[in-house]
């Protein structure tokens, strides 16, 4: 497969370990409930104050430019629910708060950095918030069991 030693052994190589390297990137999967709020992870392994949050690399969701947050570019969908926490950029934490989510948020938001070829990558899940749902349970079941201590009675 590999005849020619000239150069291009050594650029297959190297497309071999990017894919390697692309592929072996993790997708962090984050759950959340319809109209809660949401911590979306992202922390630098290196030296940079600079983060740029997108969803699904198309939308600006928040850009984190030398330490100051900047919506100048934000995409309206996002406007006034994306909270950032500027005492943690010095340590690397370029994570952020969405709130109010919506079933359209759901998706891939990549952190990225314009030092490194890598983003963080978080796929965000919206459910609908099924409270309700589990409240009504024991009512139900104490409803059956007071039935039951009647009918024995």
Known sequence: MFVDVNGRYFVVF???MLINSVSAQSVQVVNANLG???ILPCTANHDTLT???RYN???TVCDII???VNFEEQDPVYKSRVESFPSKFAKGNFSIKLSNLKKSDAGIYTCNFPSTLTPGTVQLRVTENRTGDVMRRPDSLLLFLLGCVLLSN
Do not use: E, I, P, Q
Request: proline residues 0%; charged residues 35%; positive net charge.
């Open 66 to 68: 030398r330490g100051k």
């Open 14 to 16: 190297v497309f071999l």
């Open 51 to 53: 983060a740029y949050w």
């Open 57 to 59: 690399d198309s939308k």
């Open 36 to 38: 809660r709020s949401v």
